[in-house]
């Protein structure tokens, strides 16, 4: 059984940084690309960062390039997300997948608030 495991929430000024990890277990961690997504209260699931099997390819949506970095250790099957710069709509709950996400891998995901 697939589980991915978020951790790295918390509180933190605007401007700040956080890191979140992810821990997958249950397949081979290495055959999937993998993705960061965030969801607001009322509002959609959507697409942060996606990083290519071997880590060599990355993708952001528009509005986190130059501040976010998706980055994966495939020998410790992790993901990460290095944010910088965060800003107060950023609050949210992140969440990783595989990408495209599959129904049955989301987890409860970390609470990232950004305060001024």
């Known amino acids: 059984q697939v589980q991915l495991v978020e951790s790295g929430g918390g509180l933190v000024q605007a401007g700040g940084s956080l890191i979140l990890s992810c821990a997958a277990s249950g397949r081979t961690f290495s055959s999937d690309t993998m993705a960061w997504f965030r969801q607001t209260a009322g509002k959609t699931r959507d697409f942060v960062a996606g990083i290519g099997r071997s880590g060599a390819d990355t993708y952001y949506v528009d509005s986190v390039k130059g501040r976010f970095t998706i980055f994966r250790d495939n020998a410790l099957s992790m993901v990460y997300l290095q944010m910088n710069t965060l800003k107060p709509e950023e609050t949210a709950v992140y969440y990783c997948?595989?990408?495209?996400?599959?129904?049955?891998?989301w987890g409860q995901g970390p609470q990232i608030t950004v305060y001024s």
């Open positions: 997948n595989t990408h495209p996400p599959v129904t049955k891998y």
